[in-house]
T-cell receptor, first 115, second 118 residues
Framework: AQTVTQSQPEMSVQEAETVTLSCTYDTSESDYYLFWYKQPPSRQMILVIRQEAYKQQNATENRFSVNFQKAAKSFSLKISDSQLGDAAMYFCATITDNYGQNFVFGPGTRLSVLP | GAVVSQHPSRVICKSGTSVKIECRSLDFQATTMFWYRQFPKQSLMLMATSNEGSKATYEQGVEKDKFLINHASLTLSTLTVTSAHPEDSSFYIC??????????????FGDGTRLSIL
């Protein structure tokens, strides 16, 4: 079974500053994928970034980047130049490469951005 | 990009009513869809996996007679909350995954349904 842990229930960051959200996971699978999803107050699930476990290079999407440490089973999200619109719940998730498998989500981190 | 449409977005009804929520994949065939439930300030909890043309697979603790799932076509899954009671009030989100072999494609989420039972 897969599990995902996010040890920071809440985080805050000053606008324009950088913040890192932590995520650790456990899986016995060799092929899997990792994701960060953002859920604003509208409760839409918005994909922020994804990482294939077989890739060593950390994924980057504009102001968002990850630090993927496969051996440590760690997958942290760094948000640079934080904006007010980044305020949301952030969920770390993993999914195996087996078709039909569902996402396993972490408990979430609520990020506040202070003006 | 792929879009999943979920309707209705908001339901308020009396206790004892049955409520149907639809999840449609608009531009791809979704042989598997997932139904999640989210309580306030909590994460998404998988309720069941809906497979086109076969019975849904329910997670432990989810009453299959309470939450009826039908996946009659490759683009539509429905969740019916039967005889809903206030404790069924929650946010329900569906997601769909594309064809086999697209393991690195993320699931596409609907916008969710906020269900309130009075």
């Amino acid at each position: 079974a897969q599990t995902v842990t996010q040890s920071q229930p809440e985080m805050s960051v000053q606008e324009a500053e950088t913040v890192t959200l932590s995520c650790t996971y456990d899986t016995s699978e060799s092929d899997y994928y990792l994701f960060w999803y953002k859920q604003p107050p509208s409760r839409q699930m918005i994909l922020v970034i994804r990482q294939e476990a077989y890739k060593q290079q950390n994924a980057t999407e504009n102001r968002f980047s990850v630090n993927f440490q496969k051996a440590a089973k760690s997958f942290s999200l760094k948000i640079s130049d934080s904006q007010l619109g980044d305020a949301a719940m952030y969920f770390c998730a993993t999914i195996t490469d087996n078709y039909g498998q569902n996402f396993v989500f972490g408990p979430g981190t609520r990020l506040s951005v202070l003006p | 990009g792929a879009v999943v449409s979920q309707h209705p977005s908001r339901v308020i009804c009396k206790s004892g009513t049955s409520v149907k929520i639809e999840c449609r994949s608009l531009d791809f065939q979704a042989t598997t869809m997932f139904w999640y439930r989210q309580f306030p300030k909590q994460s998404l909890m998988l309720m069941a996996t809906s497979n086109e043309g076969s019975k849904a697979t329910y997670e432990q603790g989810v009453e299959k007679d309470k939450f009826l799932i039908n996946h009659a076509s490759l683009t539509l899954s429905t969740l019916t909350v039967t005889s809903a009671h206030p404790e069924d009030s929650s946010f329900y989100i569906c997601s769909a995954r594309g064809a086999r072999g697209q393991g690195n494609q993320p699931q596409h989420f609907g916008d969710g349904t906020r269900l309130s039972i009075l």
